[in-house]
């Protein structure tokens, strides 16, 4: 079992930009491949982005394409994303999750532990 732990949600304008990080401990994020994911009210949890345990391969809901990224430094423990162009409809909870099995899954049931979220929220 690994930690997460979120931060850098916030109020920002649309057309702003944020950054995520997830700090892990309990375990090396190496170990894991690591994915985003968010929940706005009335919503289910909704995939955003997902990357390998090198940070080789990545990929992205379609609705974030072009202006999130996400990263990780597996030497500080940290996976990041980098949100730009935000629009008002990004407005929800953030979470991070590490899946401990090699295949890349983009569902949350597929994934074993889960930071407790950050708030985002895009002011039009």
């Known amino acids: 079992q690994v930690q997460l732990v979120e931060s850098g949600g916030g109020l920002v304008q649309a057309g702003g930009s944020l950054r995520l990080s997830c700090a892990a401990s309990g375990r090396t994020v190496s170990s894991y491949n690591m994915g985003w994911f968010r929940q706005a009210p009335g919503r289910e949890r909704e995939f955003i982005a997902v990357?390998?345990?090198?940070?080789?391969?990545?990929n992205y809901a379609e609705s974030v394409k072009g202006r999130f990224t996400i990263s990780r430094d597996n030497a500080k423990n940290t996976v990041y994303l980098q949100m730009n162009s935000l629009k008002p409809e990004d407005t929800a909870v953030y979470y991070c999750?590490?899946?401990?099995?090699?295949?890349?899954?983009?569902?949350?049931?597929?994934?074993?532990?889960w930071g407790q979220g950050t708030q985002v929220t895009v002011s039009s």
């Open positions: 999750a590490a899946d401990r099995w090699p295949q890349i899954h983009t569902t949350p049931g597929s994934f074993d532990d």
């Open positions: 990357i390998s345990r090198n940070g080789g391969y990545a």
